[in-house]
């Protein structure tokens, strides 16, 4: 059997002339079969010529239709089709010819021509397409039994056109090293139907196909995830131990068929993703294109995106600041490698230093303002309140100020679902911030247009707008790549609590609904966005050890730690006081609450500020809470003096 593979199918293909004289020893004998069976011309008397003549027409015709280049292992119905196109013509071609040259000259008796082509059309065009069937399933057939001893079974998600392109890609790669043994589907119409000799199965047919076929892996395509009956088969494929690797669209394949390192593992974030978010993206385009856009943390997860996105709404500018040299480094290194770095500028500052923010404003005046700089994370600012109410509160009233005066037209900031009730360092820090935003919008709406100001800058009508949404998902420091860290590590994964839940969006689709919330603004909302439902953090672990192929709590354990400073069970987008008004995109709410009056708020940070200079941390902490009624410390040091308070109510 290995003998005769060797001979007939080799690596290098056999020469397209033995192709074409095969095809032409076809011809020859489909045609004498047709004479002889219509048994009409007298074969002694014009056998040769006859022969001769229809056989160089087909040839001529083989040759201008190339029928011989094609390599037979690999036929489709196109070349079927080619093949049946080329035995029509050349039959049409030699009863013309006969007509008009052969007849008259070489006294061909043309008695019964018509019916003979007739029958060699069918002969001949059946065993040009007959014999490249054969030879393909027979080399199918001896290919098999050397290559499926090693291949892995796998599974395809789907019975349309991609999942047969993946399915025919896969066949036609020997080093992908995989064996195709049917597709899963939820359409009731397909199922236990036949595609391309692979039958179709249901989701509920997954247990039994792992245990029969010894099925390992499913393919599925990167695009589409959030289909609820894909969602489904993929969660079925998690709980049954069987791997799910994700291939890339069609378009993004390379010479037309995917390489191995296309195939991608399933990410725990593609699971989490939802619905595609809708926007009104000639809105976007107008709101800004032609304009000077400035993004604060532009080196960070959330302000890397929006410079990302914002670019492709055709701005005059985009001025990136930020204080970490190497991630801002890092960001400007991704948009030289692309087409518009001459539309951005980058300018390191910490957002706290006033002279260095108004340089920037005055080297640059943007037209409108992302400020995404913040310390965010709960447990380092719970240990390091002054950086984070100096950063946090002096920072973001700093840029804000600046903005003011020198006349932005919108100004959009980056807040957190930890602002409500907040029990952190971070998450009141935030709110406080928030506050002081919206007050400004009240400040411009009770003094007359260009005033002055007890600070001495001009009124004027700059938008300030907050968006508020909870974790993003695959930003520096969040529990996604920690928890692939101690996976790869071989464990333990560590959760806080069992009972711990948090809310997760893609960085791309909070930035989409940063954009649509800015063209929406009108001055001194909270924006509040869609979080879905909230996530067991307890169970994404899980489902992230599973993905990597391994048992929770058998090959990696699952170690709950208790709850780190400062944090609580469950995250809140809302107040209980707080009531919502729908906008025009469904993803999108806004909180009515009540503004603070600016001078209330301006002067309770500046004692507040005056306080952070004292290094007295119980007393700063403290202003904080002061300022916010409903800040209770949860799991932190400052929990005593939430104590304090309650006592001095008390007496």
């Known amino acids: 059997m290995i003998y005769i593979r060797n001979l007939l199918f080799q690596e290098r293909f056999h020469s397209r002339w033995l192709v074409l004289l095969i095809d032409l020893m076809i011809v020859f004998i489909s045609l004498c079969l047709a004479i002889s069976l219509k ?48 035995v029509l013509v050349s039959n049409v071609a030699f009863m013309l010819l006969c007509n008009i040259l052969f007849a008259p000259y070489f006294q061909f008796n043309l008695i019964g021509l018509g019916d003979i082509l007739l029958i060699n059309f069918f002969i001949s065009s059946s065993l040009l397409m007959g014999i490249r069937i054969v030879i393909k399933d027979l080399f199918v057939y001896l290919e098999e039994p050397a290559q499926t001893a090693n291949r892995e079974n796998v599974l395809i998600f789907g019975s349309g056109a991609s999942s047969i392109l993946i399915k025919k890609a896969v066949e036609s790669q020997k080093g992908l090293m995989l064996q195709v043994q049917g597709f899963i589907d939820v359409g009731a119409d397909k199922i236990y139907k036949c595609i391309e000799q692979k039958q179709v199965y249901p989701v509920r047919a997954l247990a039994n196909l792992k245990q029969k076929q010894a099925i390992k892996t ?23 131990g069987i791997k799910v690797i994700t291939v890339p669209p069609s378009d993004q394949w390379l010479n037309g068929t995917p390489s191995l390192n296309q195939f991608k593992d399933l990410k725990i974030e593609d699971l989490l ?57 890092d960001i400007q290194m991704e948009i030289e490698d692309g087409k518009n770095s001459c539309k951005t500028k980058m300018f390191i500052a910490d957002i706290q ?7 920037l404003f005055n080297l640059y005046k943007p037209q409108i303002v992302f400020h995404a700089a913040a310390y965010k994370h709960v447990p380092m600012m719970e240990n390091n309140p002054t950086e984070a109410v100096l950063t946090n509160v002096w920072g973001t009233k700093n840029v804000a100020d600046i903005s003011r005066e020198f006349g932005v037209e919108k100004f959009i900031m980056i807040s957190t679902d930890k602002a409500v009730r907040p029990t952190n360092i971070m998450g009141a820090s935030k709110r406080i911030a928030e506050m002081y935003i919206q007050s400004l919008n009240e400040k411009i709406n009770d003094q007359q247009h260009l005033l002055q100001d007890i600070d ?58 940063v954009l649509e919330a800015a063209i929406m603004g009108k001055g001194s909302e909270i924006f509040l966005f869609d979080m879905g439902k909230p996530v067991r953090i307890a169970d994404l672990a899980a489902n992230m050890i599973k993905l990597a192929g391994f048992i929770p709590d058998k090959d990696i354990k699952i170690v709950y730690t208790g709850l780190r400073p400062g944090e609580k069970l469950y995250e809140e987008l809302l107040n209980i006081e707080e009531q919502i008004i729908p906008t025009y995109n469904k993803d999108i709410k806004i909180s009515k609450t009540i503004p603070n ?55």
């Not at 499913?218 to 049954?240: F, H, P, Q, S, Y």
């Not at 809105?283 to 959330?302: C, D, M, P, Q, Y």
């Not at 995106?305 to 930020?322: A, H, K, S, T, W």
């Not at 230093?353 to 340089?359: H, V």
Request: aromatic letters at 8%; proline letters at 3%; a neutral charge.
């Open 39 to 86: 048994n009409k011309l007298d074969l002694k008397q014009d056998n040769i010529y006859y022969l001769f003549f229809y056989c160089s027409s087909a040839i001529l015709t083989f040759l201008v239709m190339r029928i011989h280049t094609r390599i037979i292992r690999y036929s489709n119905t196109k070349d079927m089709l080619r093949i049946f196109m080329a």
């Open 218 to 240: 499913m393919l599925i395509t990167a695009e589409d995830l959030n289909m609820a009956g894909k969602r489904a088969a993929v969660e079925r494929c998690i709980e049954l």
């Open 273 to 329: 993703e939802r619905e595609p978010i809708e926007l009104c993206k000639d809105h976007i385009l107008n709101e800004f294109n032609g304009k000077r856009v400035l993004v604060t943390g532009a080196a960070g997860s959330i302000g890397s995106e929006i410079v990302r996105q914002v670019m492709g709404y055709n701005p005059e500018c985009i001025i990136l600041c930020d204080q970490a040299e190497t991630p801002l480094h």
């Open 353 to 359: 230093n006033t002279a260095r923010i108004r340089c």
């Open 456 to 513: 001495g800058a001009a009124i004027n009508k700059t938008k300030f707008i907050t968006t508020r949404f909870g974790n993003v998902l695959g930003s520096n420091g969040s529990v996604i790549p920690r928890f692939k860290a101690q996976i790869e590590r071989g464990g333990p994964v560590t959760v806080t609590h069992p009972d711990i839940t948090r809310y997760f969006m893609t960085i791309p689709e909070a930035v989409q609904l």
């Open 597 to 651: 009056r600016y001078s209330e708020v301006n002067n309770l940070i500046k004692e507040l500020l005056e306080l952070s200079k004292l290094n007295n941390e119980e007393l700063m902490v403290a202003k904080m809470k002061t300022i916010l009624p409903d800040y209770i410390s949860n799991n932190s040091q400052y929990e005593k003096l939430d104590l304090k308070f309650v006592d001095t109510e008390i007496a």
